[in-house]
C-alpha cells in the first residue's frame, strides 16, 4: 500500500481519468468476468456455498498486487496504480450490481 500511495502521489489525475484502456479494463474485470463467472458456475453441479465464494470472488476488484508485479517488471506502474484506484472507486457501484444476482446462485 505505500508502494501504491508513493506511486499515485506523482501520477498526473487528469491522465489517469482520462484513459480509456484503464476503464475498458475495469469494465471487463468488474463486469463482463462476473456475469461469465455466474453463468459458467450456474449449472455446475457443486455447493451453492463454493458457486457463491466464486462469484464474489471474480466481481472484487483487482488487488494491489497488480502494481507489486508492475514495479518488479518496471513498467506500467503509473496505469497499474490508476487502475487499482480507479477499479477500487468502481466497485462502489459494481459490486452491488452485481449482487443482485447473488440470490439467483443455487
Known amino acids: 500500500m505505500m508502494i501504491m500511495g508513493m506511486r499515485l502521489a506523482t501520477v498526473n489525475i487528469k ?14 474485470k468488474q463486469i463482463i468476468m462476473p456475469l461469465t463467472a455466474f453463468l459458467a458456475i ?7 456455498d463454493i458457486k457463491r465464494v466464486f462469484f464474489i ?4 476488484p483487482v488487488a494491489s498486487v ?13 496505469d497499474a496504480a490508476a487502475t487499482v484506484l480507479c477499479g477500487t472507486a468502481m466497485s462502489v457501484l459494481t459490486l452491488p450490481l452485481m449482487m443482485l444476482l447473488y440470490p439467483l446462485i443455487v
Do not use: H, W
Open 15 to 28: 491522465k489517469v481519468l482520462t484513459n480509456p484502456r484503464m476503464y475498458m479494463s475495469i469494465f471487463v
Open 42 to 48: 450456474y449449472f455446475l453441479p457443486v455447493d451453492a
Open 57 to 60: 470472488t471474480c466481481a472484487c
Open 66 to 78: 497488480v502494481l507489486n508485479y508492475s514495479e518488479l517488471v518496471g513498467a506500467g506502474q503509473d
